[in-house]
């Protein structure tokens, strides 16, 4: 059986999204100044191998765990409007890049069950 990670379309698949991604983010008044002091190099490569990890890839992340790595952004404000729009723009650049209706849910699922740590409830 494939996982999410083969499915969607491997390294390749993953790191064009996440670029797109960000794009989107850096984009979008609603969420663009969470980023403003953020080395986007570095916050890029983090979450392509976050996602690798998560979608079921190779596990090269290092990074915080949730609840580690958002704490700072719910000082700031982060709450589940946010989230809803990161998983709004991950799910229209999966859309955009030909990922199946079943997949991208799979990843808003994922995004989901761990928004409580996320958001540090």
């Known amino acids: 059986m494939k996982t999410l990670f083969e499915k969607i379309g491997g390294s390749d698949a993953v ?45 090269n992340y290092t990074g915080k765990d949730m609840r580690e790595g958002h704490k700072h952004l719910v000082a700031r404000g982060l709450n589940d409007e946010h989230v809803d729009i990161v998983i709004e723009h991950l799910g229209g650049t999966l859309k955009e890049l030909g990922v199946a209706d079943d997949e991208i849910n799979q990843v808003a699922e994922l995004a989901n069950s761990v928004r409580d740590d996320v958001l540090n409830r």
């Open 15 to 59: 790191n064009t999204a996440v670029e797109i991604f960000y794009r989107k983010m850096l984009t979008d008044e609603r969420v663009n100044y969470f980023f403003d002091n953020t080395d986007m190099d570095k916050q890029i490569a983090k979450q392509k191998s976050f996602l690798t990890m998560v979608f079921g890839g190779p596990n």
